[in-house]
């Protein structure tokens, strides 16, 4: 089952998929942000061309847990995915994952413009291999 991990930001959001057994996944693209229904296009075309199943929202919540706006507004997306698609939605906590990916590509000595055009993409493989190893602890 191949499944589809947005990390959705104000400007940006990050994508990546999994490989049709659900144990790795890979950055495939960065959604430049213009608009709801051109949003849920590129969305809608991820989804057929890569035959996704089920798809993981990266939820940004405070560091106490709590939803706070960010995450409101990540919520307020997938209530708005979910009543376009066909395919199951779910939130998985993001926590930090933004900033593991630009220190992941700081460590990497990617340059800054670089750097601001994959992050969100690398920060939805975070997301989507935190999502994958807590599936696979689940089946052992």
């Not at 933004?98 to 460590?107: D, I, K, M, V």
Request: charged residues 30%; hydrophobic residues 40%; aromatic residues 4%.
């Amino acid at each position: 089952m191949r499944i589809l991990c947005l990390d959705v930001g104000e400007k940006n959001i990050g994508v990546a998929v999994s490989d049709p057994l659900g144990l790795t996944a890979q950055g495939v693209s960065v959604i430049r942000r213009s608009g709801l229904k051109k949003d849920l296009d590129s969305i809608r075309q991820l989804l057929d061309k890569y035959e996704i199943e089920k798809g993981i929202m990266g939820l940004p919540l405070n560091m106490n847990g709590t939803v706070g706006k960010k995450a409101k507004e990540v919520l307020d997306f997938k209530g708005f995915l979910e009543k376009n698609i066909s395919v199951p939605v779910l939130t998985w906590d993001e926590r930090l994952t933004t900033a593991a990916a630009n220190r992941t590509l700081l460590e990497a000595d990617v340059s800054r413009a670089k750097r601001k055009k994959v992050a969100d993409k690398l920060a939805a493989v975070f997301i989507l291999e935190s999502y994958l190893r807590f599936e696979s602890g689940k089946k052992d």
